[in-house]
């Protein structure tokens, strides 16, 4: 398989209120728009993932499902989030595997993990030694 692409696409209950919630609340730039001008699907960047907001649903399908999102400082992000008036779901932490971890959720529950990863943590360095 040569994947050249890929996103993650929720249909939410409430499309605008979660096209709201990414693009407003989160800051996400948006990536893309199609479907009617009164109401479109939109497309989010989120690092190199893309999240697309599109078609409803009045159960969104969200089993097992989570979104992390790695940012330069999880105590920032949540204290803007806080201040905007989004749930913090889990405040952060640091987690045993050495990442600060913290939970949100979009309008229809889907999880959301902001993580930040410490300068010291073996994510940020490549730990090989070279022949």
């Given at each position: ?70 940012v330069r400082d999880v105590a920032a992000e ?25 939970w949100i959720a979009d309008p229809d529950g ?22």
């Open positions: 398989m040569d994947v050249l692409a890929a996103r993650i696409i929720l249909r939410p209950a409430d499309p605008a209120a979660t096209r709201r919630f990414y693009g407003e609340d989160l800051g996400l730039a948006v990536a893309r728009e199609f479907g009617p001008p009164d109401a479109p699907a939109q497309v989010f960047f989120a690092g190199p993932l893309l999240i697309e907001i599109s078609g409803q649903m009045d159960a969104p399908a969200r089993a097992g499902t989570a979104i992390w999102l790695q949540v204290a803007r989030l806080a201040d905007r008036g989004i749930p913090i779901v889990r405040e952060p932490r640091t987690e045993s595997w050495g990442l600060i971890e913290a889907t999880p959301i993990v902001l993580v930040q990863v410490p300068p010291e943590h073996p994510l940020r360095r490549d730990t090989r030694r070279l022949p």
